[in-house]
């Protein structure tokens, strides 16, 4: 998210959407009043990129190739691979374009995929101009509050991977970062379930993030920065082993099978277990 790419519409809107009238207050608020930014496209060299109506990205899809992940820090949200090979439920906070959706969807076909975004104009939007499938007996798009879905008994410790990349158009951090949403994420997972977080490495709210995380998990690895500041945290419920060796040959079996950098994410855990 700390991407910058211009917007094809971002000049013409404001900030509440073109053509927006301002929110009329109501006696009973809700907890969490949701106000949706208009969602944007843009497309260069064959990428088209999805905008909250600025020219920050959420999310970027190469045009010849629906599948791929394109963006570097979206690929190391897949880290949690190094660690599970067999994952059963696969969860995804926030969809974006929804390009970890559809990898997770395609590359472990014995797994369910979930993907919970709250604004329904995401969801009509990866389907009609980033590929996504249609619902199945695998997959499932839930239009629902992400605190919601993880405070959700019916999801505790049944999850495996649990990828977050929760961000609204101002760009300004995760907008759910507190130790409780952490926790309630920490009690979705299964015993060695993994969380996958996207961060701003060089924003305040990173400090807090990783503070929240490690008030939840067990562990937090931090990989290297890329683009312009995101950093991907990984958090696991039990302390894993780093059996560096070990990963190296796990990373070589996940370029293999998917072509994914999985050799440069050892080389960020090897670096982050040398500074401990």
């Keep these: 998210m700390l991407i910058k790419r211009k917007s094809i519409e971002a000049d013409a809107n ?15 608020k809700p907890v969490r009043k949701v106000k949706f930014a208009p969602v944007t496209l843009s497309e260069q060299f064959g990428i088209r990129y999805l905008h909250f109506g600025t020219e920050w990205v959420q999310g970027a899809m190469r045009i010849s190739k629906p599948d791929w992940i394109e963006l570097e820090y979206a690929q190391q949200m897949m880290a949690w691979m190094l660690f599970n090979d067999k994952p059963q439920h696969i969860v995804q906070l926030g969809l974006g374009t929804g390009a970890l959706t559809k990898f997770s969807y395609k590359h472990f076909p014995q797994a369910r995929v979930t993907a919970v975004d709250l604004n329904p104009s995401v969801i009509a939007i990866c ?3 980033f590929k996504l ?3 199945d007996e695998r997959l499932s798009v839930i239009e629902m509050d992400a605190l919601e879905y993880v405070n959700d008994p ?8 649990l990828q977050v990349d929760l961000y609204d158009a101002t760009a300004r951090g995760p907008v759910l970062d507190t130790p409780e949403f952490y926790q309630a994420c920490a009690n979705c997972l299964t015993p060695d379930g993994i969380m996958t977080v996207n ?7 990173y400090a807090r993030n990783l503070s929240a995380m490690h008030f939840a998990f067990d562990t937090i690895i931090s990989l290297p920065e890329v683009h312009e500041g995101n950093v991907i945290a990984i958090a696991f419920n039990r302390k894993p082993e780093l059996d560096i060796a070990a990963l190296y ?3 070589a079996q996940i370029t293999a099978a998917t072509k994914l950098p999985a050799k440069s994410w050892v080389n960020g855990i090897k670096a982050w277990q040398a500074q401990q």
């Design 127 to 129: 389907a009609s101009m």
């Design 133 to 135: 499938p249609p619902d």
């Design 199 to 205: 961060l701003f490495g060089d924003h305040p709210s």
């Design 249 to 251: 040959e796990r990373a």
């Design 154 to 161: 019916a999801n505790l410790g049944r999850i495996d991977a």
């Design 14 to 28: 404001l900030k509440s959407g073109p053509g927006k009238k301002a929110p009329v207050a109501t006696k009973a």
